[in-house]
Every structure is written in structure tokens, then in C-alpha cells.
């Protein structure tokens, strides 16, 4: 495996966006534009090998895309409720689009990713009390879509559709120690990309180094609508609770942004 220096890697990084076009390495996978750079730079695993830097790591990222990326899986407290598998599943689920054929007739889901700046339309939304120091997850049934007047009425029956009482949340100090541990200083790749007689292409076009998280911008992500809290649970298993980011708002996590190319 190549051994690089900061400096080395910024000179191949730099060298690899001058390649231009370059055909994916991994064909059919949704990760290929990170596997073809760490085959480039022949790592695996986005395993950066730089002496005395292990709190370095590769981020890559599709231009102009929509998509999600998650940041890491943290359950709501009280963590003794079991809020998600107890509370939300049974009380304010939905039956599973799945329920009668591939999974029970009385399977439910919860699966939901809930912004900071809208209620979406089953009423949720993420609220960030800076005073109490916790993210919480809000519910006001008079913001519900008409379209969900059906699962409205089954929750009034099953709970009532006041506020979440108590309120899942996430406190400032757990939130950030896992944040912390999560988000690394990374070296953040950008890619435009095109497909070819059905092959994918990929051409970097720009390199950051991103450094220093930076747990305010974590909480105005959140404000802002750019990070989500995402919930997926169907009876009998809880996929985890996620929190999760527009991929090209990275750059607001971290307290010292420098652009490399």
C-alpha cells in the first residue's frame, strides 16, 4: 500500500484531477466515485495512510446530487423508553406497504426523515432548543397533511394528538461526543460524473480539507433544513435513527475549510 505524506497526497489528489474523465472502477455500485479514487490512490477502504494522521479520512461526493449521506446512528432519549420500537412504531406507525406479503398483515413502519425547517406532512419536525441544550423531535397534528386524515384519526385513538410527552431528544453534550468521534478530518473530493455505452465516468474537479468539527454547525444544519434526523423502523426490527446531511453542506460541519484544488 502507498504510504503518503499530507503534501504527497495533495500532489496526487491534484495530479488525479488533472486525469480528467476516468472510467469507474466499480461497476453498478452507488459508492463507485469513492472506490475508484481509493483505487487511484491505491488505499482500501477509505484507510488513508498517512504517518501520525490517523484521524484523517476520505470523503467523496457526486456533484449536483440530492442525495443524503449519514453522519452517524444515535437513538432519542430517555433511552429507557426505547422511544422508536415503543413509542413511535405502535402509537404514531402506519401499516407497512409490505404488510400481507412480504411481512405479517399487522406489520407496521415508522420511516420518516424529518427536517428542521418543515413539518413535512405527518406533522414532525426537528426543533433545536438552545437554551435546554437539546434536539428534539415536535409534533403538532393541526400541521398534518389531508392525505393522512386516515392515520391522523388512528392516532387520536391510540394516543391523542397532543404534543410528544415526554419528547424524544438528543442532548447537546451526548450529540457532540458522538459527533466528535465521527467526523474526522477528512480530505472532501468532489466529481462530476456521466455514463457511457452504460459504463459510469468520473472527472475530481475539487479538493477540500476540511478540519476541526464544529458542533455549531452541526446545530444550524439542523435549524437550516440541511440535516435530518432520519427514523426507519417496521415491527420487529428498528434499522437504527440516523442523523444525516445534504452531501454538499459537509463543508458546515468543520471550523477550518481550505480548498486544495
Known amino acids: 500500500m502507498q504510504i503518503y505524506s499530507k503534501t504527497d497526497l495533495i500532489d496526487r489528489l491534484k495530479a488525479i484531477v488533472q486525469m480528467g474523465w476516468i472510467p469507474s472502477g466499480r461497476h453498478g455500485n452507488d459508492g463507485g466515485v469513492g472506490n475508484t479514487l481509493e483505487d487511484l490512490l491505491g488505499i482500501k ?15 467523496t461526493q457526486r456533484i449536483n446530487t440530492a442525495s443524503l449521506t449519514t453522519l452517524f446512528h444515535m437513538e432519542p432519549s430517555p433511552r429507557a423508553l426505547r422511544f422508536v420500537p415503543a413509542i413511535f412504531l405502535p402509537k404514531y406507525g402506519w401499516k407497512h406497504d409490505e404488510a400481507g406479503k412480504k411481512y ?3 406489520e407496521m413502519s415508522f420511516r420518516m426523515t424529518i427536517s428542521g425547517q418543515s413539518r413535512g406532512d405527518r406533522g414532525f419536525v426537528v426543533a433545536v432548543d438552545r437554551a435546554e441544550e437539546k434536539v428534539l423531535i415536535s409534533f403538532d397534528a393541526s400541521l398534518v397533511a ?3 386524515k386516515k392515520w391522523l384519526q388512528s392516532v387520536k385513538k391510540r394516543i391523542g394528538l ?5 419528547q424524544p431528544y438528543w442532548g447537546f453534550a451526548d450529540l457532540q461526543n458522538k459527533a466528535g468521534t465521527k467526523l474526522l478530518n477528512s480530505f472532501y473530493v468532489q466529481a462530476d460524473s456521466k455514463k457511457e455505452e452504460g459504463r459510469e465516468f468520473f472527472k475530481y474537479e475539487r479538493v477540500m480539507m476540511l478540519q476541526g468539527f464544529d458542533f455549531d454547525g452541526l446545530l444550524r444544519a439542523l435549524e437550516e433544513g440541511k440535516a435530518f434526523v432520519d427514523f426507519d423502523a417496521r415491527t420487529g426490527h428498528n434499522h437504527g435513527t440516523k442523523f444525516r446531511l445534504r452531501q454538499d453542506c459537509l463543508p458546515m460541519l468543520y471550523k477550518t475549510v481550505k480548498v486544495v484544488v
Open 162 to 166: 397532543d404534543e410528544l410527552s415526554p
Open 45 to 59: 477502504e477509505n484507510n488513508l495512510p498517512i504517518p501520525n494522521a490517523a484521524e484523517w479520512e476520505l470523503k
Open 104 to 106: 405479517g398483515k399487522k
Open 146 to 148: 389531508a392525505r393522512h
